[in-house]
């Protein structure tokens, strides 16, 4: 009895093996052999590395646009992906039909998109499995980077046409793609029919956020950099009429254009080993007219000391500021002065413009020096014109000026080291203080006094992100807007272990009682770690800018990842200020 139950499950399991088999070893013969299946490679990038996010982007378009339910099959990502990753050169026909053979595919589409300083070249081919049937060639020429997009509509429209007498002209410029938003490594993701109540995965799953809202028009975010970006500023820098973007990570400066939905990088200049760049801002110091790049740059010295227990008891620290002054042309980035012993930044003053800054280390301990002048840029060294008088609570990096209150008088917002937020009058007085809210925090900081390394008995200065002044309602009130983060429990952690997990961008007037609140982003997850104002699209409406670290652990910078993100503001023309920052 035993032996003929053990009989009966044997056979039961062979016959699922051989059905299961069957399944695996002929997978087409479950299909209908009227749809056809088309396998599209990703496409070989002939381009500067920080526009390969664009693969993944064609490979979504196209399988979108050539999906036709009930005549033609994309094969899915993954098994594409996983031919590509083996050694298979895709030189001739022949090639393309063996791979098309593994793939169990009708058609193989493949090809390549090649940049050529401005223009950009795509062509694709597509090989059918049948070797009596002729490959067919398809390629097309784009002026810029920006036409990429309809280039791409044009391969699927003609592919489709030729290949099975579709028409889609009509179905693939939706206003919803030419609006989209999300992240430029999807580039253009598939529509969803608009107010759907259920999810396009699976009739039984309930759409509780719509697909729509997650490509709202205004909204844009960069590709994804592997470095934690501590300081941006934004503006027109070669004077072609095009803002360029500066970023600034611990080891590196570059300058980014934006091109279709991504960066592209034009120019970096990196450190070196002994350097470590900490903040950036933008301004004319030596008169030519353009504006160059200022980098707070901290230099650390080795002063020799033994090894032991005794040498991480310090009495003093053993770095010193040794900022630099870069200079962009259009293609490159070379040094207009180095090892300027100054804190360097620019600040933004009422009827003035921006007005470069500096502020040496303090002496007798302290980090700062209560001076802070106004200076130029003379045969490659500093030269200081003018002290510059404020408040006793300003130091070089953590204002920003305006008349707030409408008195005609110039008021102070100021960033806290306990990050909170302060507006005073330039004697000094308090006109208002935030409570219990983070202000301006970053994890970005410099190292003061270090008496005992062994009991965390160092004094840490957190490097604030900046305060933006702006009237975009041209209302005559100016509004105080900058980065707010909503986590309160790192005002507790010990100094060296604070982290902020998410934040959000708000703007601030003054209703003769005090600040008010005016609107605010939605939070986002990560740090922001700095806000300008721009227009890196070129379309003559500003946008909000920031830069937010990802990092899973905020606390290595070196090993987080960043990501550029902006907002539309429409008011169709710049604000007073933003105008008045131009040089």
């Avoid at 060639?137 to 509509?153: E, G």
């Avoid at 969803?192 to 759409?207: K, M």
């Avoid at 960043?562 to 907002?567: E, L, N, Q, W």
């Amino acid at each position: 009895m035993v032996v003929t139950r053990l009989w009966k499950n044997w056979v039961v399991w062979l016959l699922a093996i051989s059905a299961f088999c069957a399944v695996a070893v002929c997978p087409a013969a479950a299909q209908d052999s009227s749809v056809k299946t088309v396998a599209v490679m990703p496409f070989q990038m002939n381009t500067p590395k920080d526009l390969f996010y664009l693969q993944d982007g064609i490979w979504d378009m196209l399988r979108s646009r050539l999906s036709w339910p009930g005549k033609v099959r994309v094969l899915d990502k993954a098994a594409t992906q996983g031919i590509a990753k083996t050694p298979f050169a895709l030189d001739n026909p022949d090639a393309a039909r063996t791979l098309a053979r593994r793939l169990n595919a009708d058609y193989l589409l493949y090809g390549s998109v090649t940049a050529l300083g401005d223009a950009v070249s795509l062509d694709a081919t597509v090989v059918p499995v049948e070797p009596d049937e002729a490959p067919m060639q398809f390629p097309y020429q784009s002026p810029n980077l920006n036409q990429l997009i309809p280039t791409v509509n044009r391969l699927a429209e003609d592919v489709n046409r030729r290949l099975f007498q579709r028409s889609t002209s009509t179905a693939t410029s939706s206003p919803s793609e030419a609006t989209s938003t999300r992240h430029p490594e999807l580039l253009l993701p598939e529509s969803t029919l608009p107010g759907q109540a259920v999810s396009y995965l699976n009739p039984n799953f309930i759409e509780i956020t719509p697909e729509g809202s997650l490509r709202q028009p205004g909204l844009w975010r960069s590709q994804t950099f592997s470095e934690a970006v501590l300081s941006i500023d934004v503006d027109d820098l070669d004077g072609d009429g095009q803002d360029e973007l500066v970023t600034l990570s611990a080891s590196r400066v570059a300058v980014y254009r934006r091109v279709a939905q991504g960066l592209q990088s034009a120019a970096e200049y990196r450190a070196s080993k002994l350097d470590t760049f900490k903040w950036l801002a933008l301004a004319d110091v030596d008169g030519d007219g353009h504006l160059d790049i200022l980098v707070t740059n901290i230099f650390q010295r080795n002063k020799g000391r033994n090894p032991g227990p005794e040498s991480i008891k310090l009495s003093d620290t053993e770095w010193e500021p040794a900022s630099l002054v870069l200079h962009f042309d259009g293609k490159h980035l070379t040094v207009a002065a180095q090892r300027l012993p100054y804190f360097i930044n620019a600040v933004a003053f009422p009827g003035r413009g921006r007005v470069p800054l500096a502020q040496a280390r303090g002496r007798y301990g302290d980090l700062f020096e209560p001076e802070i002048v106004e200076w130029r840029l003379r045969d490659g060294k500093l030269a200081v014109t003018a002290p510059v008088t404020l408040p006793p609570q300003c130091n070089v990096v953590n204002f920003a000026a305006g008349d707030f209150n409408g008195d005609g008088s110039t008021e102070y917002a100021v960033i806290t080291a306990d990050n909170r937020l302060l507006l005073v009058d330039v004697a000094g007085n308090r006109l208002w203080r935030s409570r219990q809210q983070q202000f301006g925090a970053t994890t970005n900081y410099l190292l003061g006094k270090v008496e005992d390394l062994r009991y965390n008995n160092v004094e840490y200065y957190y490097i604030p992100s900046p305060i933006m002044v702006m009237d975009l309602n041209k209302d005559g009130i100016q509004e105080i807007v900058v980065n707010r983060s909503p986590d309160t429990t790192s005002r507790f952690l010990p100094q060296g272990f604070k982290y902020y997990e998410a934040g959000e961008v708000v703007s601030f007037s003054w209703d003769q009682l005090g600040l008010v609140e005016n609107w605010k982003t939605r939070e986002v997850s990560g740090m922001v770690s700095s806000i300008r104002l721009g227009d890196l699209n070129g379309d003559g409406t500003p946008e909000l800018i920031a830069s937010l670290v990802l990092g899973k652990d905020l606390l290595k910078l070196w090993e987080a990842r960043s990501t550029v993100f902006s907002y539309d503001l429409n008011v169709g023309q710049r604000g007073k200020t933003e105008a008045a920052r131009k040089p």
